[in-house]
């Protein structure tokens, strides 16, 4: 009788970055906001992944509930999502054992094509200027976080890779990318519930 393994959305994460590995030069995540925005691997001859993980399949409809009107986002952006992929875990039976096993899926976000093998997303990376003007875009149809700080937050366990041919890979969270990168910031008071209208500012010159 096969044997069901559990895992979580903390563990798609570390197996994506596990897997990876063996194919590029992978870095843990930047932490600290001593750190400069870049650190290198945001500067010209780096291509950007915004990758949100989640735990399996059965979990993706969730982020609609980010979004003030999914479809509007979907169909404004599902042509130019290239670089922004969902990674999930799914339950396999390893060939010739019923031994069951992790396997990593990629697929982006709106347009849900799958990326196979798991490393070809690093083939996908978005030049900066394209990648800001995408999350933009994306950061208009989201709802604001009442769970946040008061300062940003939607999306905020997702990580923005860079992958540099000078540097390596390296990531950072989406929530950071915001503050150091962008300099967006939310304007909504945590006393108040999430309004549809509210959108992120701009703060600070770009």
């Known amino acids: 009788m096969t044997t069901s393994i559990t895992w979580w959305e903390k563990t798609v994460e570390y197996a994506f970055v596990l897997q990876t590995a063996t194919f590029v030069d992978f870095a843990a995540p930047l932490a600290g906001v001593e750190e400069r925005a870049g650190d290198g691997i945001f500067a010209s ?6 990758i949100e993980f989640k735990r399996s399949f059965d979990a993706l409809s969730s982020e609609q509930k980010k ?5 509007q986002a979907a169909e404004k ?13 799914d ?3 390893e060939e010739n054992t019923r031994k069951p096993s992790l396997r990593l899926v990629a697929r982006t976000y709106f347009s849900g094509k799958e990326s196979e093998p798991l ?15 995408y999350l933009r875009e994306l950061l208009e149809f989201k709802r604001s976080d009442g769970r946040s700080s008061g300062t940003i937050s939607p999306s ?4 923005v890779i ?3 041919k000078s540097r390596g890979v390296k990531t950072v969270s989406m929530s950071e990318y915001l503050q150091r990168v962008l300099k967006y910031e939310y304007t909504m008071e945590l006393s108040q519930a999430p309004a549809q ?10």
């Open 156 to 159: 905020a366990y997702a990580s």
């Open 197 to 206: 209208s509210e959108t992120p500012r701009m703060g600070g010159p770009f």
């Open 45 to 50: 001859d780096s291509k950007l992944l915004l």
């Open 67 to 71: 979004f003030v009107n999914f479809e």
């Open 77 to 89: 952006l599902g042509d130019y999502d290239a670089h922004h992929f969902i990674v999930y875990g």
């Open 162 to 164: 860079g992958i540099s």
């Open 91 to 93: 339950e396999v039976s």
């Open 119 to 133: 490393s070809a997303v690093f083939d996908a990376g978005s030049s900066k200027e394209n990648f800001d003007n």
